[in-house]
C-alpha cells in the first residue's frame, strides 16, 4: 500500500472507484462538502464532514491532507467540483470529486467502504 499520493491527473472519479482507491491508499479522506442536515440524512460511512460553505473559514483543518489523497462528495457532484478546485489552487496534491455526488454512490450500489 501507498501512504502517500502522485500528482492526480483528472479530478473526477465515478463511485466504483473510491473502493479502488481506499485499497490502494493507506490514508485517505473522505469528504462531505453538503450541509449538516444532508450529513445527518445519509453519507459515507468514515467521511469527514466540512460543508462548502464552511470551506475558507476550516479549510486549515484539511492541511494534514495537503500531501495525500482526498475524495470529496455531495449531493450531485457540483459542489465537490467547486472544493475540489480550491483545494487543488490552494496546493493539494491529490484531490478527487465523485461524479455525481452521493445520488450516485446509491445507485451504483457500492458497498459503504470506509477509507
Not at 492541511?63 to 459542489?79: A, L, M, N
Request: with cysteine; charged share 25%.
Amino acid at each position: 500500500m501507498q501512504s502517500q499520493s502522485e500528482p492526480c491527473d483528472v479530478w473526477e472519479i465515478l463511485p466504483t472507484d473510491v473502493p479502488q482507491l481506499c485499497e490502494q491508499f493507506e490514508s485517505l479522506l473522505l469528504l462531505d462538502c453538503r450541509t449538516e442536515v444532508e450529513y445527518r440524512e445519509d453519507h459515507i460511512e468514515g467521511a469527514m464532514l466540512l460543508p462548502l460553505q464552511e470551506l475558507s473559514l476550516r479549510a486549515a483543518e484539511l492541511d494534514p491532507w495537503k500531501e495525500r489523497v482526498v475524495v470529496v462528495y455531495c449531493r450531485s457532484g457540483r459542489r465537490s467540483l467547486i472544493v475540489t478546485q480550491y483545494l487543488v489552487e490552494t496546493g493539494f496534491q491529490c484531490v478527487r470529486s465523485v461524479a455525481g455526488g452521493i445520488e450516485a454512490w446509491r445507485d451504483a450500489k457500492v458497498t459503504n467502504t470506509p477509507c
